[in-house]
């Protein structure tokens, strides 16, 4: 499985895709590792083995706090809004201070076109300490880049995140 993550860095998705794999033959009882492959199905707009994923996370670990996230991310890049909200706020539920759970909301409301609502949890994300310098490259971010709110926040995620930089 590292060596499968080290192809989600490198953004070979395809390769990670087929390590997660290996690695769930060995050890089909870790959620993780079916949360990490949803994640390189996410990347590869393969929506329905991500959620099948997330469901089998779901079963082994129901209580995990990523699966919900992804299953959010999910469901908003299939429009399905409602399931993205309540699952984003199954993960809050879990942990109250989970930043990417709050940056998964804004990028709901981004998909809605609810400008108010991407910013007020946008805001709530990065004062937790989501590193949004890291995901500002989405598509779904581009609409703001041109907003200073986003410039600001931008600039404090960068400075608050400034360690792992």
Same mark, same amino acid.
């Given at each position: ?8 860095? *490198?953004? @070979?998705? =395809?390769?990670? $895709? ?22 390189? !199905?996410? #990347?590869?707009?393969?929506? &329905? @083995? ?12 129901? /209580?995990?706090?990523?699966? !919900?996230?992804? #299953?959010? =991310? ?7 809004? &409602?399931?993205?909200?309540? &699952? ?6 879990? =942990? ?17 076109? &609810? ?5 007020? /949890?946008?805001?709530?994300?990065? =004062?937790?300490? !989501?590193?949004? /310098?890291?995901?500002? !490259?989405?598509?779904?971010?581009? $609409?703001?880049?041109? @907003?200073?709110?986003?410039?600001? *926040? *931008? $600039? ?5 995140? $400034?360690?792992?930089?």
């Amino acid at each position: 499985s590292k060596r499968a993550q080290v192809y989600d860095e *490198l953004k @070979d998705y =395809d390769r990670a $895709q087929r390590d997660y794999e290996k690695a769930l033959t060995l050890a089909p009882e870790r959620a993780a590792l079916y949360i990490s492959r949803s994640y390189a !199905f996410i #990347r590869t707009d393969k929506y &329905d @083995d991500a959620i099948n994923d997330l469901e089998k996370a779901l079963a082994l670990a129901p /209580h995990h706090k990523e699966a !919900f996230n992804n #299953r959010a =991310d999910v469901y908003r890049r299939l429009g399905r809004y &409602d399931d993205a909200v309540r &699952d984003a706020h199954r993960a809050l539920e879990i =942990d109250p201070s989970f930043d990417l759970a709050y940056a998964t909301l804004a990028e709901i409301a981004a998909a809605q076109g &609810d400008g108010d609502g991407f910013f007020t /949890h946008l805001s709530k994300s990065v =004062d937790l300490g !989501f590193p949004l /310098h890291k995901y500002s !490259f989405d598509d779904i971010y581009a $609409q703001f880049e041109d @907003d200073e709110r986003f410039g600001k *926040l *931008l $600039q404090l995620s960068t400075e608050k995140n $400034q360690r792992f930089i």
